[in-house]
């Protein structure tokens, strides 16, 4: 069973960047099939992906935020990376990586998230 | 506001069935397949239902979904006290051209 864990500091201060990191273990980053991806929960909300990368370097991003949000990986480090610049406290949240599966085709375009890190709490403020 | 409609409660006690409603559109739902994930509080969401209504290896037989024209259902047999968690759908919008979730269902087992 794959396992993800998120890490990164708890506290970023506005107009500054959040970066944080998922290490995969029990399983690959250069699984062919999966994808990597951030998602966030604002406190008490429903759920918003925000970008996700393949092993080979393809990314794809939540058109809201694209401006702001860099995804990354590194296969040697078995990790992926999501760098989130100008923040500001409307970016506090929980912020959890995940493998997707995302098939998209012609006719219907399937995704769902089989494994999830714990999350980690990010809190914009000075 | 959620692209994906689903009600801020529902309720049920031990032993009853109960429904989880996820409504959407011709754009989401009514297209595409739709994923339910559990979420307790202070956890991480888990996969329930994958692709309508195809659970994944080691989740319980009493869950179950389906989809019918622009919404989704998640139905619960047999309640227990440990099902007591938030209830998140999700689809692909070929509209918006991304994901989209719906703001979830807390489901109290009195």
């Known amino acids: 069973q794959v396992q993800l864990q998120e890490s990164g500091p708890g506290q970023v201060k506005p107009s500054e960047t959040l970066s944080l990191t998922c290490t995969v273990s029990?399983?690959?980053?250069?699984?062919?099939?999966?994808?990597w991806s951030w998602i966030r929960q604002h406190p008490g909300k429903g759920l918003e992906w925000i970008a996700n990368?393949?092993?080979?370097?393809?990314?794809f991003y939540n058109p809201s935020l694209k401006s702001r949000v860099t995804i990354s990986v590194d296969t040697s480090k078995n990790q992926f990376s999501l760098n989130l610049s100008s923040v500001t406290a409307a970016d506090t949240a929980v912020y959890y990586c995940?493998?997707?599966?995302?098939?998209?085709?012609?006719?219907?375009?399937?995704?769902?998230?089989?494994?999830w890190g714990q999350g980690i709490l990010v809190t914009v403020s000075s | 506001q959620s692209v994906l409609t689903q009600p801020p409660s529902a309720s049920g006690t031990p032993g009853q069935s109960v429904t989880v409603s996820c409504y959407g559109g011709?754009?989401?739902?009514?297209?595409?397949?739709v994923s339910w994930y559990q979420q307790f509080p202070g956890t991480a969401p888990k996969l329930l239902i994958l692709?309508?209504?195809q659970r994944p290896s080691g989740v319980p037989d009493r869950f179950s979904g389906s989809k019918s024209g622009t919404s989704a259902s998640l139905a619960i047999s047999g309640l227990q006290s440990e099902d007591e968690a938030d209830y998140f759908c999700?689809?692909?919008?070929?509209?918006?051209?991304?994901?989209?979730f719906g703001g979830g269902t807390k489901l109290t087992v009195l």
């Open positions: 995940a493998r997707e599966r995302y098939t998209p085709k012609a006719l219907t375009t399937n995704f769902f998230f089989d494994s």
């Open positions: 029990s399983g690959a980053v250069r699984t062919g099939g999966y994808y």
């Open positions: 990368i393949y092993y080979s370097g393809t990314t």
């Open positions: 011709g754009s989401n739902i009514g297209t595409n397949p």
């Open positions: 692709t309508d209504n």
């Open positions: 999700a689809a692909w919008d070929d509209s918006l051209n991304g994901r989209v």
